[in-house]
């Protein structure tokens, strides 16, 4: 079931685009913007030496966005035939006759783009060579690493879920304003999810990894971090309930500051949803702390050389030494605060209309403090090695913040005992004043974006626990 | 959609290199959304899917794909590339397929695609000025409103044939309140399998004044004590703790994948003797029924707990068939292009004989959690977490402040044990739940419950 030798040459979406633009052209609306996904997938998943399922999948959609009278519209469709087409235009239309108009609504234009140079990343978001590896190939590799992990510990009683992706897709923009884009991206992800045991408790260990092609996923790396976390966390106590220093690990860290990214966006401040409204020029964290929104990222899994309504990408520092600079823009919220479209306009698929969000978000590592020298510095505290809960438990309006956590207990400097069952909790703007030191381990997390943290070391925050 | 022939041809076809399963899900489906934020009908978008899943089995693997078509000749195409990846003698088998039955029968009275798009905006516009005349500290109303329509047709080398007919309709309302520097936020949605006589059953504007009301109410939050406390959970949405750490674990592939602290508990006492569990896909218009799963299976009213005992698993086909089990109707998928895994339905604890009010009044001091933002749960070993989004504190008897910040933490084995009193107000909420990668619509539920400890974290002494 070889299918991607078949399907490399995929039709061709530009010349699609084209046909629904020649349609569009008789629809009378003002403007228009076609958004085509093509995205073939493949997945593994292996139970006990066994395929436990496969599958394949090939798809395409066209989003449509329609402006008419300064009205906005969407729609979209998975079916190619003419008349297919000719109804999601006119649900489109349709549907633009009970949204508001604005005088803002519109496409973009060359003028509002903060970064006028189109990046040259299509060359690091694509690799020829994944298309060289076949299925059985992956198939072997998903076993591989099945054995492997299991030969790790005699405590590793089992893989709860043991998962390899991989997608090759292409997007494709055409708009009325004479925009007409196109980009390739091949990208492969394994997760592993194992299971310890002893005779007292049972702890569970998760770990990822993500490359542009299969030949360059690391088993070895991958098994190991699953199975020291699994590990580390068996015959977890349950501690007393207290306040004290807490370090996050770098991939605990990078979930925080998705909660952070979340309300970084312009249309989450200019609609008072932000805690950050009002806040431009304003030192909010305690520290020397850079934040960045990088697009064009070479080795970032959300880079791509224009956004999802076609505006160019590239590289927005937010924060600088702790202060707060900009907020992240498509180009409606630009307009609105009168400025330029930072390239952050994203959807998750054909099925939806644009919005604002982020890239590759990450706070920069810090050239002094590995994760060892930052223990070091802690004579007693909660090493955090992950966290449950995130969605329900953080609410990035109000910033209350409160997580199931799982770690390790640190006494003089060293790791003492695993701790289960706490929550640690706090708020966003309390967090950032206390984040104390910096560690030089950056690593992203793959989530609505790809956010990248290194470890942090936080003062005094409340634990609660029996 | 497809008649009996073809689907024979293309169930045929993916045998056709000795796999010993096929399946064929055809999916069609018409959605619509519309948004408003900010005073402001945002956006309103539609959509059309129509596709095809196919599912091969030999042993314990499974092959999968789909196609955006459902044309003979593309299915068959896809069918013979598929089953290359068995590599098998050929075994003629006989398909015989004949229509499934299910007692689920319900009448759609409005059906979406004739509600005109004007008066779907009039929901949400009386939504935002409800909300909004409730109280001068609103400043924030944020409404969706979809729905959908969508026809299904299964079919299975083992003969089912079934066809299925959903409408949605779902309304979602977040509402925020600010008073000096606190900002609080609220919650409802109304969401039903039925079309939009769902508003005439309760109007728009009574899902803003319950979201608006939990906002203003935790204006004056305290933040969360913490430590292990006494709790009564809210009846409805309260029942997201039992969905999330026990439920999931009562999923069959969880105990084949020995990742379940439930395994090899069937038969035994799990939970106090006046817990009884129930997950009924038959609960005429609920948010999580159906007249079939996702696999052609009729949906059915199974008791997971009674009386404190495990009484039964929720399986889909392949796991009825590994662990030698009645098959339950709770194989689920998102669309075409996932493959069936046990899901949950409509899942709730049964009523019991207390009165709320009883039962809050009998707590010294505690907790009163009304509604939660969500949790999570590690099956494999029953540690979950929940936001409490409205709370109150209790003490002696009587409720107290509303408190911020506050999550649950625990064990669901553990909590199931502790479950003191329930109350007689059985109550349901709609969602949706996700899980490897897909999301489907769910329902929870729950009287009012009693839970003698459980470590409450937040921020307060």
């Known amino acids: 079931m070889d299918y991607f030798s078949k399907k490399k040459n995929k039709n061709n979406d530009i010349e699609l685009a084209g046909k629904v633009s020649m349609l569009m052209d008789k629809s009378k609306v003002d403007e228009y913007e076609i958004y085509i996904s093509s995205s073939t997938d493949n997945e593994i998943e292996i139970f006990e030496g066994e395929v436990e399922s496969?599958?394949?999948?090939?798809?395409?959609?066209?989003?449509?966005?329609?402006?008419?009278?300064?009205?906005?519209?969407?729609?979209?469709?998975?079916?190619?035939?003419?008349?297919?087409?000719?109804?999601?235009?006119?649900?489109?239309?349709?549907?633009?006759?009970?949204?508001?108009?604005?005088?803002i609504n519109g496409l973009p234009l060359r003028s509002e783009y903060r970064y006028t140079k189109e990046a040259d990343i299509q060359k690091y978001i694509f690799d020829e060579d994944f298309f060289k590896v076949n299925l059985e190939k992956k198939i072997e590799l998903a076993k591989n690493l099945e054995k492997i992990v299991k030969g790790k510990d005699k405590r590793i009683s089992g893989v709860d879920s043991?998962?390899?992706?991989?997608?090759?897709?292409?997007?494709?923009?055409?708009?009325?304003?004479?925009?007409?884009?196109?980009?390739?991206?091949?990208?492969?992800?394994?997760?592993?999810?194992?299971?310890?045991?002893?005779?007292?408790?049972?702890?569970?260990?998760?770990?990822f990894l993500y490359e542009r092609n299969p030949q360059k996923l690391n088993l070895e790396k991958i098994a190991q971090d699953a199975a020291a976390k699994s590990l580390m966390l068996l015959g977890a106590k349950k501690i007393k309930s207290t306040h004290s220093d807490?370090?996050?690990?770098?991939?605990?860290?990078?979930?925080?500051?998705?909660?952070?990214?979340?309300?970084?966006?312009?249309?989450?401040?200019?609609?008072?949803?932000?805690?950050?409204?009002?806040?431009?020029?304003?030192?909010?964290?305690?520290?020397?702390?850079?934040?960045?929104?990088?697009?064009?990222?070479?080795?970032?899994?959300?880079?791509?050389?224009?956004?999802?309504?076609?505006?160019?990408?590239?590289?927005?520092?937010?924060?600088?030494?702790?202060?707060?600079?900009?907020?992240?823009?498509?180009?409606?919220?630009?307009?609105?605060?009168?400025?330029?479209?930072?390239?952050?306009?994203?959807?998750?698929?054909?099925?939806?209309?644009?919005?604002?969000?982020?890239?590759?978000?990450?706070?920069?590592?810090?050239?002094?403090?590995?994760?060892?020298?930052?223990?070091?510095?802690?004579?007693?505290?909660?090493?955090?090695?992950?966290?449950?809960?995130?969605?329900?438990?953080?609410?990035?309006?109000?910033?209350?913040?409160?997580?199931?956590?799982?770690?390790?207990?640190?006494?003089?400097?060293?790791?003492?005992?695993?701790?289960?069952?706490?929550?640690?909790?706090?708020?966003?703007?309390?967090?950032?004043?206390?984040?104390?030191?910096?560690?030089?381990?950056?690593?992203?997390?793959?989530?609505?974006?790809?956010?990248?943290?290194?470890?942090?070391?936080?003062?005094?925050?409340?634990?609660?626990?029996? | 959609m497809i008649d009996k022939e073809t689907a024979k041809k293309v169930l045929n076809q993916l045998l056709g290199s000795g796999g010993q399963f096929s399946e064929l899900f055809i999916q069609k489906k018409v959605s619509n959304s519309l948004r408003l934020d900010d005073n402001k009908i945002e956006n309103a978008s539609s959509g059309f899917e129509i596709g095809c899943g196919l599912r091969l089995t030999y042993e314990d693997s499974t092959y999968y794909a789909y196609i955006d078509s459902i044309e003979e000749s593309k299915l068959l195409e896809s069918a013979k590339i598929l089953r290359t990846a068995i590599n098998n003698s050929n075994i003629n088998k006989s398909i015989d397929l004949n229509d499934s039955y299910s007692n689920y029968n319900i009448k759609i009275l409005k059906y979406p695609d004739l509600i005109i798009p004007e008066t779907?905006?009039?929901?949400?516009?009386?939504?935002?000025?409800?909300?909004?005349?409730?109280?001068?500290?609103?400043?924030?109303?944020?409404?969706?409103?979809?729905?959908?329509?969508?026809?299904?047709?299964?079919?299975?080398?083992?003969?089912?044939?079934?066809?299925?007919f959903y409408v949605k309709t779902f309304l979602a309302v977040n509402i925020i309140a600010a008073k000096g520097?606190?900002?609080?936020?609220?919650?409802?949605?109304?969401?039903?399998?039925?079309?939009?006589?769902?508003?005439?059953?309760?109007?728009?504007?009574?899902?803003?004044?319950?979201?608006?009301?939990?906002a203003l109410n935790m204006l004056d939050a305290i933040n969360a004590p913490i430590g292990i406390l006494p709790v009564v959970i809210g009846p409805g949405f309260g029942g997201v703790i039992f969905h999330e750490a026990c439920g999931h674990g009562l999923e069959a592939d969880a105990i084949i994948k020995n990742a379940s602290v439930f395994k090899d508990k069937t038969g035994c006492k799990i939970a106090s003797d006046i817990v009884t569990a129930i997950d009924d896909s038959?609960?005429?218009?609920?948010?999580?029924?159906?007249?079939?799963?996702?696999?052609?299976?009729?949906?059915?009213?199974?008791?997971?707990?009674?009386?404190?005992?495990?009484?039964?698993?929720?399986?889909?086909?392949?796991?009825?068939k590994k662990l030698n089990l009645p098959l339950t109707g709770n194989g689920r998928r998102q669309s075409f292009r996932d493959i069936p895994i046990p899901r949950m339905s409509n899942t709730f604890i049964d009523k019991g004989s207390e009165k709320?009010?009883?039962?809050?009044?009998?707590?010294?001091?505690?907790?009163?959690?009304?509604?939660?933002?969500?949790?999570?749960?590690?099956?494999?070993?029953?540690?979950?977490?929940?936001?409490?989004?409205?709370?109150?504190?209790?003490?002696?008897?009587?409720?107290?402040?509303p408190i911020k910040g506050a999550t649950l933490i625990g064990n669901g084995p553990e909590i199931l044990n502790k479950i003191e009193a329930i109350g007689n107000d059985l109550d349901y909420s709609p969602g949706f739940c996700g899980k490897n990668g897909q999301s489907i619509t769910n329902e929870v539920g729950q009287p009012t419950i009693k839970v003698s400890a459980i470590t409450v974290g937040g921020t307060g002494a």
């Open chain 1, 246 to 466: 807490i370090l996050l690990d770098s991939l605990v860290a990078s979930q925080f500051l998705g909660i952070i990214a979340s309300i970084l966006t312009a249309d989450s401040v200019q609609k008072g949803k932000s805690l950050f409204k009002g806040k431009i020029g304003e030192k909010i964290f305690s520290r020397n702390i850079n934040i960045f929104d990088n697009g064009i990222m070479k080795e970032g899994f959300s880079s791509k050389p224009f956004d999802a309504e076609g505006v160019n990408k590239g590289n927005t520092q937010i924060f600088k030494d702790g202060i707060l600079k900009t907020y992240l823009y498509d180009c409606y919220t630009a307009r609105k605060d009168k400025t330029l479209s930072t390239g952050n306009a994203v959807r998750a698929s054909y099925k939806s209309n644009p919005g604002v969000g982020i890239s590759n978000f990450y706070l920069e590592p810090s050239s002094d403090y590995s994760f060892d020298d930052i223990l070091k510095k802690i004579d007693s505290g909660f090493y955090v090695v992950d966290i449950i809960g995130l969605h329900s438990g953080a609410n990035p309006i109000t910033g209350d913040i409160s997580v199931g956590a799982k770690g390790v207990w640190i006494k003089n400097g060293n790791l003492d005992f695993p701790v289960k069952e706490v929550t640690i909790a706090t708020d966003i703007l309390s967090f950032c004043k206390k984040i104390e030191t910096i560690g030089n381990d950056l690593k992203f997390f793959p989530s609505a974006g790809f956010i990248g943290s290194p470890c942090l070391h936080v003062k005094d925050i409340v634990i609660s626990g029996i």
């Open chain 1, 162 to 207: 043991l998962n390899y992706s991989d997608n090759y897709s292409e997007v494709t923009i055409l708009n009325s304003n004479g925009f007409e884009g196109n980009y390739k991206n091949t990208s492969c992800f394994l997760f592993l999810n194992i299971i310890s045991k002893d005779k007292k408790d049972t702890s569970t260990g998760f770990s």
């Open chain 2, 356 to 401: 709320p009010d009883i039962i809050i009044s009998s707590i010294k001091k505690g907790i009163y959690a009304k509604e939660f933002s969500g949790g999570q749960v590690d099956p494999a070993t029953g540690d979950f977490v929940f936001g409490i989004s409205e709370g109150y504190i209790i003490e002696n008897g009587i409720l107290g402040n």
């Open chain 2, 282 to 320: 038959t609960l005429p218009y609920h948010w999580g029924s159906y007249k079939f799963d996702g696999e052609g299976s009729p949906s059915q009213r199974n008791i997971l707990i009674e009386n404190g005992i495990l009484r039964n698993y929720m399986l889909d086909i392949k796991s009825s």
């Open chain 1, 54 to 103: 496969l599958s394949y999948s090939d798809s395409k959609g066209i989003g449509i966005r329609v402006f008419k009278e300064k009205r906005t519209g969407y729609s979209y469709v998975t079916s190619f035939e003419e008349n297919k087409i000719i109804d999601c235009i006119e649900k489109a239309v349709l549907n633009s006759k009970i949204t508001n108009a604005e005088e």
């Open chain 2, 181 to 214: 520097s606190e900002v609080r936020t609220g919650y409802k949605s109304l969401a039903k399998s039925m079309g939009f006589e769902l508003f005439d059953e309760k109007k728009p504007e009574d899902v803003a004044l319950e979201a608006a009301e939990i």
């Open chain 2, 120 to 164: 779907k905006k009039q929901i949400l516009l009386k939504v935002n000025k409800a909300a909004r005349d409730k109280s001068d500290n609103i400043f924030q109303v944020t409404a969706s409103l979809s729905d959908m329509q969508e026809e299904v047709l299964i079919a299975n080398s083992e003969g089912v044939f079934a066809k299925d």
